[in-house]
């Protein structure tokens, strides 16, 4: 029989069977403690978890027995870790709750906003937070930019690649992921080639100060953000070399015309326009 105090370390080799009341009562990181005070000797042991009649139990409480049945090999204690983070919740980053889900942002953001406010500092630079708020690039070019299901058939592996290749942080992680999935995979379809492209081009946007690029077989336009630093100047220049093609949609839009059908020409122009454009010298320094 089980008590928490055999749960803070008990030792003992010859015990080989443990038997844990209302199991549904105590925690996965408790079950998975207890568990461990048998077996600790080369006999075979046993941990018995008893439920209550009927099997009426709480959601979170079924989580934690199925977590504890499934997670019965060496070196158990991550997976067990893993779930029991997804069953209590990782709590609050900024307040002293320790459980709970976070519902504004995921952990994913939460880590990459985390990673570029460290770099931020290291380097010196002021945080701009207001566009770490508006972080979110749209690319809407109407082309096929993705991973075909005939060059990487596996769900979970095109989802891993999908996740690595849009968190890639400058050109030269793009290029080793290119390099890695040639390598892995074969040569890379048109279509891939194109999602690699669009996304160097999220990321030069994102320089820029750029919330939305949308561009359909003849016009588009760019919409800035209205922290952008990119210098008027340089936009006024664009209008006035080519006034036929570009014009003001309105105080942050430029829009133009284009003519390109080609994806990759369309993708040409637009990165011609963005090398046009300046940023201040406060952010060019």
Not at 36 to 58: E, K
Not at 95 to 124: C, P
Not at 197 to 216: E, H, M
């Amino acid at each position: 029989v089980c008590t928490t105090i055999i749960e803070t370390g008990i030792d003992v080799p010859t015990a080989n069977t443990i038997i844990m009341d209302r199991a549904d009562h105590l925690g996965l990181a408790q079950l998975h403690q207890l568990r461990g005070r048998v077996g600790r000797s080369h006999h075979q042991a046993y941990a018995y978890l008893l439920l209550p009649d009927g099997g009426h139990l709480r959601t979170d409480a079924r989580k934690r027995i199925e977590a504890i049945q499934a997670a019965s090999t060496l070196g158990a204690g991550f997976t067990l870790a893993s779930h029991d983070l997804e069953i209590r919740g990782a709590g609050e980053f900024l307040g002293d709750e320790q459980s709970g889900h976070m519902q504004k942002i995921g952990f994913s953001l939460y880590t990459e906003m985390l990673e570029e406010a460290v770099a931020a500092i290291k380097a010196g630079r002021i945080l701009n937070l207001d566009r770490q708020l508006d972080r979110t690039i749209e690319i809407n070019l109407r082309i096929p930019a993705l991973i075909p299901d005939d060059y990487l058939p596996d769900v979970h592996t095109r989802l891993i690649m999908y996740k690595r290749i849009s968190v890639a942080g400058d050109d030269d992680e793009l290029l080793e992921l290119r390099v890695e999935m040639i390598d892995r995979f074969g040569l890379l379809p048109e279509p891939l080639k194109l999602l690699f492209r669009v996304t160097q081009l999220r990321l030069k946007a994102q320089q820029y100060g750029i919330k939305k690029v949308d561009a359909n077989i003849n016009t588009g336009r760019i919409e800035f953000t209205n922290n952008t630093d990119v210098d008027p100047l340089s936009i006024v220049q664009v209008l006035q070399d080519n006034p036929q093609q570009f014009k003001l949609g309105s105080a942050n839009q430029l829009q133009f015309t284009h003519g390109h059908a080609d994806a990759n020409e369309k993708l040409d122009f637009i990165n011609g326009v963005l090398e046009r454009l300046r940023l201040t010298a406060r952010e060019a320094a």
